[in-house]
């Protein structure tokens, strides 16, 4: 019943920027934090980024300084603004929502940085 949906991905060149959106469908409760996370071929998931319900905020080393991420709790949904994107940060983005009652997780969205 409940399903995130990512967008905003897609082709930039290095030096550029990107909106990443993240939208429940459905009704969500609980929600405890929300974040990105990424995979790049041949690499395990890592984390990205991530916010708690009360506005923490918490980014991986690589990222720190060049991407922000924020939310919106009262319609569910996360953003992550990626600025000054490096071709290492190609990977597919996957939203994810952790609640009481366990995570959801998006379809992913490809972010590929290329000249």
């Known amino acids: 019943q409940v399903q995130l949906v990512e967008s905003g991905g897609g082709l930039v060149q290095p030096g550029g920027s990107l909106r990443l959106s993240c939208a429940a469908s459905?009704?969500?409760?609980?929600?405890?934090?929300m974040g990105w996370y990424r995979q790049a071929p041949g690499k395990e998931r890592e984390l990205v980024a991530t916010?708690?319900?009360?506005?923490?905020?918490n980014y991986a080393d690589s990222v720190k300084g060049r991407f922000t991420v924020s939310r919106d709790n009262a319609k569910n949904m996360v953003f992550l603004q990626m600025n000054s994107l490096k071709p290492e940060d190609t990977a597919v983005y996957y939203c994810?929502?952790?609640?009481?009652?366990?995570?959801?997780w998006g379809q992913g969205t490809q972010v590929t940085v290329s000249s």
């Open positions: 994810n929502f952790a609640t009481l009652w366990g995570d959801y």
């Open positions: 916010i708690t319900r009360g506005g923490s905020t």
């Open positions: 459905g009704s969500v409760f609980s929600v405890n934090a």
